[in-house]
């Protein structure tokens, strides 16, 4: 189960899916083709992270439970 807290910056996204394919428990595309978080604790934590790094334009944000942004790495 992911602790992640995900958030993803719906004008940066360009719509690849690549996100889902990786997580496909925690993200899936909206009506306008655009990712969104479906279930935020639906993919371990390495799976969550491993979809982030994907993204080719960096646009899914991950902050730990304490509030440490763990990826993209500052
Ligand atoms: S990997 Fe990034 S750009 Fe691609 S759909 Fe997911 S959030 Fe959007």
Request: aromatic share 4%; net charge negative; hydrophobic share 35%.
């Amino acid at each position: 189960m992911s602790e992640y807290k995900i958030e993803i910056d719906r004008d940066t996204c360009i719509g690849d899916q690549l996100c889902c394919n990786e997580a496909t428990n925690t993200f899936a595309m909206d009506d306008d083709n655009i990712a969104k978080v479906i279930n935020p604790t639906g993919d371990p934590a390495d799976t969550v992270l491993a979809a982030a790094k994907s993204c080719p334009v960096d646009c899914i944000k991950l902050t730990d439970q304490g509030g440490k942004q763990v990826w993209p790495e500052a």
